[in-house]
């Protein structure tokens, strides 16, 4: 089998690339994950890649301040430099410019706090309360031009409690991200995913008829 050289580009701790990389440790995983980058330096992300052996880059937004499309230009160059096939991104707090998005186009995915295509951005935790939603969760989608958009690849969800806090229901989504995520890439990387129009088929859902219904 010929694994998918997969990059994660993440801002932070990567907790999600956490979950990929676990996920990928197993040889018969469709993914290889050959690079994490970051587009922060100080990204506790990357000493976690660096001690399992894994390749690590830094592409610096503010070395390209005021032009986002210069700094995806330094990014592209990373991953076509270590032959990259797929993308992933996780928790990688940059707003794409048509650039990236039209270079990667049905190579690069993302994972949202969130059942897009409720509670597009930030606050998402805050906002589901806020609106008093009885699910919430969070979605793997391929990267569009728009933010938080483009076809759905695999969602989570979990029920909203009458004593939750943002940071109760976000451990609980995390927990579903941790799930979500490395099976989406799996699809993807396994040609299983097929994009028709808005929706992506392909998931292999055991029942189909299943109803989830809170509470």
């Keep these: 089998m010929s694994r998918k050289k997969t990059a ?7 907790s999600n690339m956490g979950a990929l990389i676990s996920a990928a440790m197993s040889p018969d995983y469709p993914a290889e ?13 990357l000493e976690r890649a660096a001690e399992l052996g894994i390749a690590t880059a830094v592409v610096d937004h503010k070395d390209h301040a005021g032009d986002r499309e210069a700094f995806e230009k330094s990014v592209d160059a990373v991953l076509k430099d270590h032959k ?3 993308v992933a991104l996780a928790g990688f707090m ?7 998005v039209n270079a990667w ?3 690069m995915i993302n994972i949202h706090p969130a059942l897009l295509p409720s509670f597009k951005g930030l606050a998402t935790h805050e906002r589901a309360l ?4 009885k699910l919430h969760g969070a979605t793997v989608h391929y990267v569009s031009a728009e933010m938080d958009d483009g ?11 009458d004593n939750d806090t943002p940071d109760t229901l976000a451990a609980r989504v995390l927990d579903v991200e941790h799930q979500i995520y490395p099976k989406a890439l799996s699809m993807v990387a396994s040609g299983k995913a097929k994009v028709s129009g808005a929706r992506v088929t392909g998931s292999g859902n055991s029942n189909e008829t299943e109803t989830l219904i809170w509470p």
Excluded: F
């Excluded at 940059?94 to 990236?100: A, D, G, S, V």
């Design 130 to 133: 806020q609106e008093g939603v």
């Design 94 to 100: 940059r707003i794409l410019t048509p650039y990236l």
């Design 151 to 161: 076809p759905i690849i695999m969602q989570g969800a979990v029920p909203v409690l």
């Design 105 to 107: 186009a049905g190579r």
């Design 33 to 45: 994950i050959t690079l994490v980058l970051s587009n922060r330096p100080d990204a506790k992300g």
């Design 8 to 14: 994660i580009l993440i801002s932070g701790r990567g």
């Design 84 to 86: 990259i096939d797929l």
